[in-house]
């Protein structure tokens, strides 16, 4: 059985690369986190986890994390990706991804609405919602990521 993790941040980043992958792996390390091994999960924030902005994970950890990236190789394309997490008063909270081809006021917007709709569905009290956004508007090959790391 795996541990539970009890700590999270949001981040997001963007960048260009050459390639695909190397647009997604430059956008990792502009979010800060381009030298770990992600492990994708869905969208459900552990009881109790700690909001830890800044904390630093070891090179090579394999972290759970919540996701969201989009790759564009149309020039002058807008791309946008939003993470945000919301928590309610004393159980679990839920985590959202967006991405697409729109602003990062927009995917805010929609990211806010997504995790009250979470929330409606569940019968759940939403108390607060945090969130992370990045834009990028693509030169060659760009991606944008945005994402919810989660560690022990």
């Known amino acids: 059985m795996l541990p539970t993790p ?19 792996d430059g956008a990792l390390l502009n979010a800060g986190i381009g030298n770990i091994n992600l492990i994708k ?5 552990p009881p109790h986890a700690e909001f830890t902005p800044g904390m630093e994970l070891p090179a090579g950890a394999l972290v759970p994390t919540a996701y969201g990236s989009i790759i564009s190789t149309e020039p002058g394309t807008i791309i946008s990706a939003a ?14 991804e967006l991405v697409g081809k729109f602003t990062k006021h927009e995917a805010e917007e929609r990211i806010r609405q997504m995790v009250g709709e979470s929330f409606e569905m569940r019968g759940m009290t939403l108390m607060e ?16 990521l945005a994402a919810a790391p989660m560690w022990y």
């Open 6 to 24: 009890k700590r999270f941040f949001l981040t997001a980043g963007c960048a260009e690369g050459r390639s695909e992958l190397t647009a997604f």
């Open 41 to 45: 999960v869905s969208s459900i924030l």
């Open 83 to 96: 993470i945000a997490v919301g928590l309610s008063q004393d159980s679990f909270g839920v985590i959202m």
């Open 129 to 144: 919602t945090k969130v992370s956004v990045v834009e990028h508007k693509v030169n060659k090959i760009g991606c944008a």
